[in-house]
Each structure stands twice: as C-alpha cells, then as structure tokens.
C-alpha cells in the first residue's frame, strides 16, 4: 500500500459505567453530533432494562449485544461472468460495529413512543434471543451456511 494505515482513534470510557464498549455504542445512536442526548437515551434504556428484568441492566445489554453480532458474512466475487456469495470470517471490530449498528437499526423501526423505550424493548428481545436484530443475524449464518459450497473461492 501506498499510504500507511491510520491512526486508530482512542474513545474515552463513558461517564457512568465507565466502559468503553458503552461509549462506542452511544456513538452509534447519536445523529447530527448530539452526544449527550445519545447518553441520555442509552441510559434510559438501560434503566428501562432494569426495571421490567430482574438482572442487571448493563449485564443484559452487553448479553443482548453478543446475541446479535454475527461470526460470518458473506461477500460477493465475481469469478468467470458469475457472481458468487462467498462466507467469510469478520474480525473482531467489525462483528463489534454490525452487531451495535444492527441493534440500534432495528430499534429505530420498532413502534414505541420514545427511541430509549424503543431501545430497551429491542435489548430486552435480543437478551432473550428474538427480535430483528437476531433474526437479521440468524439470517445472516444461514446464508453463509447455504454458501458453504463457495467458500473455496475465498481471496
């Protein structure tokens, strides 16, 4: 390559839970640079979470945020004028990114009055290993298991 790579980006640990992981999903929420109002949400939500769970709200959603990240995907390759859907391994940061963008995705469709109650209902469904965004992910394997067959092709 003729650039080097850049610089990786340090994100400071969230406020109240002191976790980076918490930071990292709020960056996700927030639109137009409204930071405090993505805080605001996210921890309302998870407030949400602890009320109508016994658990702890925190430990539900980082349970709920596993349940959702997908280990493979697929990716199309042209080969010989076809195209072929080929399964392959997503390291580490970016199953991070497709789990939180899939979860907060899919809460945004949801019909809730408020985004942190669409939010804790869509947390609470991936806990119990439902919703859209497990689906989206349950979805997603299939069609890298339907694949399997192409997985030669990989590059």
């Known amino acids: 390559m003729r650039k080097s790579k850049p610089k990786k980006r340090i994100i400071l640990p969230d406020p109240k ?3 980076v992981l918490v930071t990292k999903f709020v960056n996700n929420i927030m639109l137009k640079g409204k930071k405090s109002i993505a805080f605001k949400i996210f921890y309302d939500a998870i407030d949400i979470v602890n009320e109508k769970m016994e658990e702890d709200g925190l430990e539900v959603w980082k349970k709920a945020l596993a349940n959702v990240t997908p280990s493979v ?3 199309s390759r042209r080969i010989g004028g076809a195209t072929f859907q ?3 391994e997503i390291r ?3 199953k991070q990114s497709i789990g939180m ?3 907060i995705g899919f ?3 949801r019909h809730e009055k408020s985004m ?3 939010l804790a209902n869509e947390i609470m469904a991936a806990y119990r290993e439902e919703g859209g965004a497990f689906k989206k992910k349950e979805e997603t394997h299939r069609m890298a298991e339907a694949n399997k067959a192409f997985s030669h092709f990989r590059f």
Request: glycine fraction near 0%; hydrophobic fraction near 25%.
């Open 17 to 19: 839970y002191n976790d």
């Open 116 to 118: 942190s109650q669409k």
């Open 92 to 94: 580490p940061a970016r």
């Open 107 to 109: 809460a945004r469709k």
């Open 86 to 88: 080929i399964p392959s």
């Open 101 to 103: 963008k899939n979860l």
């Open 73 to 75: 995907e697929v990716r």
